[in-house]
């Protein structure tokens, strides 16, 4: 039942007035974007969980939606595979700080196209976590200066 409602929140989403850009965020560890919409069709990249993507259109089925990521690329992803929630991912290589502000503490540094869940807003400062490949590896918590990311606030 969730998945339904979350795939006709996603659907209104796209439904919206062209004008009107509406972003989603991946939901799983690894999905697989591809060049047309069907699991036949080959991978053309990969993104990773909270992922942020702008939803261009849907298919005739509504079951794969055609997106672009930060960098302009694009391909299709199953509908089931995208959030409604907040997400944001490094422009650059950068910093994580343990507040909002450079005087703080440095907690973790990530490379261009990091993604991360987005928590908070302070100022110019954007509080994330990420959800790390390895267990092992700790959650990198902490506030990013905003010109360096790109994604969306929960909608």
Do not use: H
Request: glycine share 6%; net charge positive.
């Amino acid at each position: 039942m969730k998945k339904i409602a979350a795939l006709a929140l996603l659907l209104s989403f796209v439904c919206a007035p062209a004008f009107a850009q509406k972003y989603a965020s991946v939901n799983t560890t690894k999905a697989n974007i591809r060049t047309c919409a069907s699991t036949k069709c080959d991978v053309k990249w990969y993104a990773w969980k909270y992922t942020p993507v702008i939803m261009e259109k849907t298919s005739d089925d509504k079951q794969w939606v055609l997106v672009k990521d930060f960098e302009g690329f694009n391909g299709w992803i199953s509908a089931s595979l995208l959030s409604p929630n907040g997400a944001m991912v490094a422009k650059v290589d950068l910093n994580v700080r343990k507040g909002p502000g450079v005087s703080n503490e440095i907690v973790c540094t990530v490379d261009k196209g990091y993604t991360f869940k987005y928590l908070s807003k302070k100022g110019s400062w954007i509080e994330v976590e990420d959800n790390p490949e390895k267990a092992s590896e700790g959650k990198c918590r902490g506030w990013i200066y905003n010109q360096n990311l790109w994604g969306f606030f929960k909608q």
